[in-house]
C-alpha cells in the first residue's frame, strides 16, 4: 500500500489548477467529470509516472463538514479483495459499494476515528 492522492475542495476548480501549476510548480495530469458534470475532479503531480497526486475536487453544494481537505486515499492493487476484507472489520463505510470512474478507476470511502474519509482506490 502507499498514499495515492489528497483530495482539496475548491470553489473555482481551474484558478486551482492554475495555483498549483504555476505557484507550486506541479503538472495537471487529467480532469474526471462526476454526476453529469456536478462534481469536477482535477488531478496534479509532479511526475508523469506513479506518485501520491493532489485532487482538486469542485461540487455544486457548499463545502462538506470536514472541509476543504476532503479525504486522504491509499492505493489498493486488488479493490475487490480488500474491499470483502475490510467489511469484516468493525468499520463505518461510507459508501457500502465500490464505485467506478469513467476512466476505470475504482474506489470506497470508510470513516476514520475523528470521522475523517479514507478512501481505498485502485487506478
Same mark, same amino acid.
Given at each position: 500500500?502507499?498514499?495515492?492522492?489528497?483530495?482539496?475542495?475548491?470553489?473555482?476548480?481551474?484558478?486551482?489548477?492554475?495555483?498549483?501549476?504555476?505557484?507550486?510548480?506541479?503538472?495537471?495530469?487529467?480532469?474526471?467529470?462526476?454526476?453529469?458534470?456536478?462534481?469536477?475532479?482535477?488531478?496534479?503531480?509532479?511526475?508523469?509516472?506513479?506518485?501520491?497526486?493532489?485532487?482538486?475536487?469542485?461540487?455544486?453544494?457548499?463545502?462538506?463538514?470536514?472541509?476543504?481537505?476532503?479525504?486522504?486515499?491509499?492505493?489498493?492493487? /486488488?479493490?475487490?479483495?480488500?474491499?470483502?476484507?475490510?467489511?469484516?472489520?468493525?468499520? /463505518?463505510?461510507?459508501?457500502?459499494?465500490?464505485?467506478?470512474?469513467? /476512466?476505470?478507476?475504482?474506489?470506497?470511502?470508510?470513516?476514520?476515528?475523528? /470521522?475523517?474519509?479514507?478512501?481505498?482506490?485502485?487506478?
Amino acid at each position: 500500500m502507499r498514499l495515492d492522492h489528497v483530495g482539496v475542495m475548491t470553489q473555482d476548480i481551474e484558478k486551482a489548477i492554475k495555483f498549483y501549476e504555476e505557484i507550486v510548480g506541479m503538472t495537471f495530469k487529467q480532469k474526471v467529470y462526476q454526476n453529469d458534470g456536478e462534481k469536477i475532479l482535477a488531478f496534479l503531480g509532479f511526475k508523469n509516472e506513479p506518485e501520491t497526486d493532489l485532487e482538486l475536487v469542485q461540487d455544486s453544494g457548499e463545502y462538506p463538514i470536514e472541509g476543504k481537505v476532503n479525504h486522504i486515499a491509499i492505493a489498493i492493487e /486488488n479493490i475487490q479483495e480488500f474491499f470483502e476484507h475490510i467489511k469484516e472489520k468493525n468499520v /463505518n463505510f461510507i459508501e457500502e459499494k465500490i464505485i467506478t470512474l469513467p /476512466n476505470g478507476y475504482q474506489y470506497f470511502f470508510i470513516s476514520g476515528p475523528e /470521522n475523517e474519509k479514507i478512501e481505498f482506490f485502485q487506478r
